[in-house]
């Protein structure tokens, strides 16, 4: 639950921050602003909310339970668009009590990486605050241990997938920036093989999920 309300918490800041600088956003800062066509960022992700609308809505967050860090790589293609590079990953171990009266656990041990690659067109260049769209390809690959007292079973997830978002980003100094973004869909196929340590019992699972899913985030960028 508290998961939930900080993403929509996160969210209402988002809303509120579109409307507050959309009007300012246009207004054209003189012609002299230094303009790069590289720029790099670094970040966290929340894990999000998603809501399938085909299968059983994943990506980073069917796994994840922690932020996630993110570090993205752009390349300037026009005055309004960027190729955009990206690498995400996030690293969880949780204990769950399985059983109170039985008094055994679950220990979780998550391990997810992200690649992506795509582009994010800008509305409007060079505003005081930029409002951009971005969407591309995404390949997620994780791993998810869970082990009791008496089993431990190991899943394997392979999914590639599109996705599509939003961003918000205002200039703080020269050539650095402050960006929040979010995901607003995804559509992903996943192979998922999981297999028991002691039995050598397997298990195959193949998927096409999507729907909603916002998985809000920061990152300061540096521009050059």
Same mark, same amino acid.
């Given at each position: 639950?508290?998961?939930? *309300?900080?993403?929509?918490?996160?969210?209402?800041?988002? @809303?509120?921050?579109?409307?507050?600088?959309?009007?300012?956003?246009?207004?054209?800062?003189?012609?002299?602003?230094?303009?790069?066509?590289?720029?790099?960022? $670094?970040?966290?992700?929340?894990?999000?909310?998603?809501?399938?609308?085909? /299968?059983?809505?994943?990506?980073?967050?069917?796994?994840?339970?922690?932020?996630?860090?993110?570090? @993205?790589?752009?390349?300037?293609?026009?005055?309004?668009?960027?190729?955009?590079?990206?690498?995400?990953?996030?690293?969880?171990?949780?204990?769950?009590?399985?059983?109170?009266?039985?008094?055994?656990?679950?220990?979780?041990?998550?391990?997810?990486?992200?690649?992506?690659? /795509?582009?994010?067109?800008?509305?409007?260049?060079?505003?005081?605050?930029?409002?951009?769209?971005?969407?591309?390809?995404?390949?997620?690959?994780?791993?998810?241990?869970?082990? @009791?007292?008496?089993?431990?079973?190991?899943?394997?997830?392979? $999914?590639? /997938?599109? *996705?599509?978002?939003?961003?918000?980003?205002?200039?703080?100094?020269?050539?650095?920036?402050?960006?929040?973004?979010?995901?607003?869909?995804? *559509?992903?196929?996943?192979?998922?093989?999981?297999?028991?340590?002691?039995? /050598? $019992?397997?298990?195959?699972?193949?998927?096409?999920?999507?729907?909603?899913?916002?998985?809000?985030?920061?990152?300061?960028?540096?521009?050059?």
């Amino acid at each position: 639950m508290k998961h939930i *309300v900080s993403t929509f918490g996160f969210l209402l800041l988002f @809303t509120f921050s579109l409307s507050t600088f959309a009007a300012e956003g246009t207004k054209a800062v003189p012609p002299e602003k230094r303009v790069d066509n590289w720029s790099i960022g $670094a970040g966290f992700l929340s894990s999000g909310y998603s809501y399938a609308l085909a /299968g059983y809505m994943g990506g980073l967050s069917s796994y994840a339970s922690t932020p996630t860090s993110s570090m @993205t790589l752009e390349r300037r293609l026009s005055d309004n668009l960027w190729l955009t590079m990206g690498l995400s990953s996030s690293f969880s171990v949780v204990d769950d009590e399985a059983d109170i009266n039985a008094g055994y656990t679950i220990t979780t041990q998550s391990f997810v990486t992200e690649v992506a690659i /795509g582009f994010r067109y800008i509305f409007n260049p060079r505003g005081a605050v930029e409002i951009s769209a971005f969407g591309g390809l995404s390949f997620v690959y994780g791993t998810q241990t869970q082990e @009791t007292d008496t089993e431990e079973w190991t899943s394997r997830s392979l $999914a590639p /997938g599109l *996705v599509v978002g939003l961003a918000l980003e205002r200039c703080l100094l020269d050539n650095l920036y402050l960006r929040l973004h979010t995901t607003i869909g995804s *559509v992903y196929y996943s192979t998922v093989k999981s297999e028991e340590k002691d039995s /050598g $019992a397997t298990a195959d699972m193949n998927q096409i999920r999507g729907g909603i899913s916002l998985n809000p985030g920061i990152q300061l960028r540096l521009t050059f």
